[in-house]
T-cell receptor, first 116, second 115 residues
């Protein structure tokens, strides 16, 4: 158990719908990352938040957005869902930022999203 | 742009034997980290081992060790005394030391362990 929790574990929804994935980082971790694992794209970085502020963006679609709340939990919002959005969405957390003391990213168990 | 390549989609090993998984990467940076992550059927991503590029000594964690060749941009994982529980997808990943925290992953190698 990494200490990172994600809910829900599984989500099945229809095209065009909107869903929210939730992540609670490990206690004390200020950085939260979202990754998407799909069959055709592999594991890809989507976005990072550090202490409530957006820190870095990767290959995140405009239909997707995220935020980190004052209690440090994060939510990833996916809207106008398409079949190709079906994937495993991972949240990871770490203590700090690049350039600080060496640290690890600890991954949650993921949310399996199926768009039908 | 940085890229990570794992050229072996699948590998197999017999229990108690040794197997090596390959990874190459492309970067123009000199300061970075390299990682191996394990993803068992449960889909959980588990950090296996980490290597700092500025360290010449190869990292070792119990039965797992790496062969880091910075000039060749190669980062292979050796699993000794393979166990059935080692069966999983293994991902090589790269991260800069500064400026960005994102992990860049390879496409993975599926390791099967036979009794």
């Amino acid at each position: 158990d990494s200490g990172v929790t994600q809910t829900p574990k599984h989500l099945i929804t229809a095209t065009g719908q909107r869903v929210t994935l939730r992540c609670s980082p490990r206690s004390g971790d200020l950085s939260v990352y979202w990754y998407q694992q799909s069959l055709d794209q592999g594991l890809q970085f989507l976005i990072q938040y550090y202490n409530g502020e957006e820190r870095a963006k990767g290959n995140i679609l405009e239909r997707f957005s995220a935020q980190q709340f004052p209690d440090l939990h994060s939510e990833l919002n996916l809207s106008s869902l398409e079949l190709g959005d079906s994937a495993l969405y991972f949240c990871a957390s770490s203590v700090g930022l690049a350039g600080m003391a060496s640290y690890e990213q600890y991954f949650g168990p993921g949310t399996r999203l199926t768009v039908t | 742009a940085q890229t990570v390549t794992q050229s072996q989609p699948e590998m197999s090993v017999q229990e108690a034997e040794t197997v090596t998984l390959s990874c190459t990467y492309d970067t123009s940076e000199s300061d970075y980290y390299l990682f191996w992550y394990k993803q068992p059927p449960s889909r959980q991503m588990i950090l296996v081992i980490r290597q700092e590029a500025y360290k010449q000594q190869n990292a070792t964690e119990n039965r797992f060790s790496v062969n880091f060749q910075k000039a060749a941009k190669s980062f292979s994982l050796k699993i000794s005394d393979s166990q059935l529980g080692d069966a999983a997808m293994y991902f090589c990943a790269y991260r800069l030391l500064y400026n960005t925290d994102k992990l860049i992953f390879g496409t993975g190698t599926r390791l099967q362990v036979f009794p």
